[in-house]
């Protein structure tokens, strides 16, 4: 049985940090790519950062230069590293798993960014 459960989402002031944890189970974690989706208020779910299986990162402009994508393969993790936040950030950010026609999420954790 497949499974992406997030962690580390919460109430953060603007210019906090969050590392958001995905932890996988029920696949053979180090051939997915993995990313990081966010879908704020009113908005369409989006690609915020991904990491391919051979370590190579790509963000989005907003998020390029504060936030951080990683993956620990012994442990079956990625992360999402999360500095300098701004309230524009607060959304529920989904984490994914994609390899050929398999993409899997995960249920979500909520982020909000505000003072």
């Known amino acids: 049985q497949m499974q992406l459960v997030e962690s580390g989402g919460g109430l953060v002031q603007p210019g906090g940090s969050l590392r958001l944890s995905c932890a996988a189970s029920g696949i053979t974690f180090s051939i997915f790519r993995l990313g990081w989706y966010r879908q704020g208020p009113g908005k369409q779910r989006a690609l915020v950062a991904e990491i391919m299986s051979n370590g190579q990162t790509n963000y989005v402009d907003s998020v390029e230069g504060r936030f951080t994508i990683s993956r620990d393969n012994a442990k079956d993790t990625v992360y999402l590293q999360m500095n300098s936040l701004k309230p524009e950030d607060t959304a529920v950010y989904y984490c994914?798993?994609?390899?050929?026609?398999?993409?899997?999420w995960g249920q979500g954790t909520q982020v909000t960014v505000s003072s």
């Open positions: 994914n798993a994609r390899y050929l026609m398999n993409t899997y």
